[in-house]
């Protein structure tokens, strides 16, 4: 393909990443892949998530909840982009326009400033909440996958291909019937006994092994996983995170600087395994994720026996039980989900039908 740019794709469905050749087109993109496999991708389906900084990857990305991603390292593909399909050139970043956005990384360090008296006056709280709102998908992304690398250094990380399959098709089942969302969702399973699960930023769960092998059914998973989820859509992991972490990583965050967000990986981990979230914050993760499960046809009442389970056994258990500790469970919440559960009169399909739950929940081993 002459005159092409060199990038690599990635199919959404694996971390496998294929040599791939790209030539623009007026309405989209050609992409010949090293198998001979080719592909077209209008303009009108796609999207920039990264490459708006200088030295940055350029990452394009088509389709949801799992997307086809393109990476390029080239930044000349984006200027050729603007000069080849003007009528779709405000779709993509111009590279030409750095300069102004140094200026305005530059303005926003001395903003910085003046947002940190502003922290300090009126309460870290309400302003990580207004960050977590608008800091870059991109950067969560790198901020939680630093976290997570943090996190499976220290523990075994659980590699079960089959049984991880079973774990990501619940998953896949209760994004299907939700609107189009810009993360790529992940659970990793961690060989820890603990009975915890918590949400990291940008679109990943990190499962510990004691809380996976607690459940009894692939519902109750489900509905763990469910509130999980929500808490990423909501962007509580990111809101508590910024609340909870040091000050540079909210001037970090403030500049969306991809580079400082990775260094403070080991930071993040260290939070996100001691979060505690507020009230109101498992209140909306209780009912969102819930209505997760009745959009997805999920029995909601896995989630309902599940968390009455933990609440039961944790009274006065170790430290090794700790999902409660970091989702506290009020006993109206129960009461709420029941009542929204009981609401809904359309039947459910069941889950991971045929497969033996007990063997799924091995994915760490006997």
Same mark, same amino acid.
């Given at each position: 393909?002459?005159?092409?740019?060199?990038?690599?794709?990635?199919?959404?469905?694996?971390?496998?990443?294929?040599?791939?050749?790209?030539?623009?087109?007026?309405? *989209?993109?050609?992409?010949?892949?090293? /198998?001979?496999?080719?592909?077209?991708?209008?303009? %009108? =389906?796609?999207?920039?998530?990264?490459?708006?900084?200088?030295?940055?990857?350029?990452?394009?990305?088509?389709?949801?909840?799992?997307?086809?991603?393109?990476?390029?390292?080239?930044?000349?593909?984006?200027?050729?982009?603007?000069?080849?399909?003007?009528?779709?050139?405000?779709?993509?970043?111009?590279?030409?326009?750095?300069?102004?956005?140094?200026?305005?990384?530059? *303005?926003?360090?001395?903003?910085?400033?003046?947002?940190?008296?502003?922290?300090?006056?009126?309460?870290?709280?309400?302003?990580?909440?207004?960050?977590?709102?608008?800091?870059?998908?991109?950067?969560? =992304?790198?901020?939680?996958?630093?976290?997570?690398?943090?996190?499976?250094?220290?523990?075994?990380?659980?590699?079960?291909?089959?049984?991880?399959? &079973?774990?990501?098709?619940?998953?896949?089942?209760?994004?299907?019937?939700?609107?189009?969302?810009?993360?790529?969702? %992940?659970?990793?399973?961690?060989?820890?006994?603990?009975?915890?699960?918590?949400?990291?930023?940008?679109?990943?769960?990190?499962?510990?092994?004691?809380?996976?092998?607690?459940?009894?059914?692939?519902?109750?998973?489900?509905?763990?996983?469910?509130?999980?989820?929500?808490?990423?859509?909501?962007?509580?992991?990111?809101?508590?995170?910024?609340?909870?972490? #040091?000050?540079?990583?909210?001037?970090? &965050?403030? #500049?969306? /600087?991809?580079?400082? &967000?990775?260094?403070?990986?080991?930071?993040?981990?260290?939070?996100?395994?001691?979060?505690?979230?507020?009230?109101?914050?498992?209140?909306?993760?209780?009912?969102?994720?819930?209505?997760?499960?009745? #959009?997805?046809?999920?029995?909601?009442?896995?989630?309902? &026996?599940?968390?009455?389970?933990?609440?039961?056994?944790?009274?006065?258990?170790?430290?090794?039980?700790?999902?409660?500790?970091?989702?506290?469970?009020?006993?109206?919440?129960?009461?709420?989900?029941?009542?929204?559960?009981?609401?809904?009169?359309?039947?459910?399909?069941?889950?991971?039908?045929?497969?033996?739950?007990?063997?799924?929940?091995?994915?760490?081993?006997?």
């Amino acid at each position: 393909m002459p005159g092409a740019f060199k990038g690599y794709y990635l199919d959404g469905r694996s971390a496998a990443r294929r040599q791939a050749s790209i030539r623009l087109a007026a309405s *989209g993109l050609e992409i010949a892949l090293e /198998d001979g496999v080719r592909l077209w991708w209008p303009f %009108r =389906e796609v999207r920039q998530t990264q490459g708006f900084y200088a030295g940055e990857q350029i990452r394009i990305e088509r389709g949801t909840p799992f997307p086809e991603i393109l990476l390029v390292d080239d930044t000349a593909f984006l200027a050729s982009l603007h000069a080849t399909a003007p009528g779709f050139g405000r779709r993509f970043h111009n590279p030409r326009r750095r300069r102004s956005r140094v200026l305005l990384t530059i *303005g926003a360090a001395v903003t910085a400033v003046a947002v940190g008296a502003v922290l300090y006056v009126w309460g870290i709280p309400a302003a990580a909440g207004m960050l977590a709102a608008r800091v870059p998908v991109s950067w969560e =992304e790198r901020l939680g996958q630093a976290a997570v690398e943090q996190i499976a250094a220290s523990k075994r990380r659980c590699v079960d291909r089959e049984r991880e399959q &079973a774990v990501g098709a619940i998953v896949k089942r209760l994004l299907e019937p939700q609107p189009s969302s810009p993360y790529t969702f %992940r659970v990793t399973v961690v060989d820890d006994w603990t009975v915890n699960a918590f949400a990291v930023p940008g679109g990943q769960v990190v499962l510990l092994r004691g809380l996976l092998e607690r459940t009894r059914t692939p519902e109750e998973l489900a509905g763990v996983l469910a509130h999980e989820l929500q808490h990423v859509l909501q962007r509580h992991a990111t809101r508590l995170l910024l609340q909870h972490a #040091s000050t540079g990583l909210l001037l970090v &965050a403030i #500049s969306g /600087d991809i580079t400082g &967000a990775m260094a403070y990986g080991i930071e993040s981990a260290r939070v996100l395994g001691t979060l505690r979230y507020s009230r109101y914050l498992e209140s909306e993760a209780d009912v969102e994720g819930l209505r997760m499960l009745l #959009s997805a046809d999920v029995d909601p009442r896995g989630m309902i &026996a599940f968390f009455e389970t933990l609440r039961a056994a944790e009274r006065g258990a170790p430290a090794t039980s700790r999902y409660l500790a970091s989702h506290p469970l009020a006993a109206e919440r129960v009461e709420t989900l029941k009542q929204l559960a009981a609401s809904h009169t359309k039947g459910f399909r069941p889950l991971l039908p045929g497969r033996d739950w007990g063997d799924v929940r091995r994915v760490c081993g006997g």
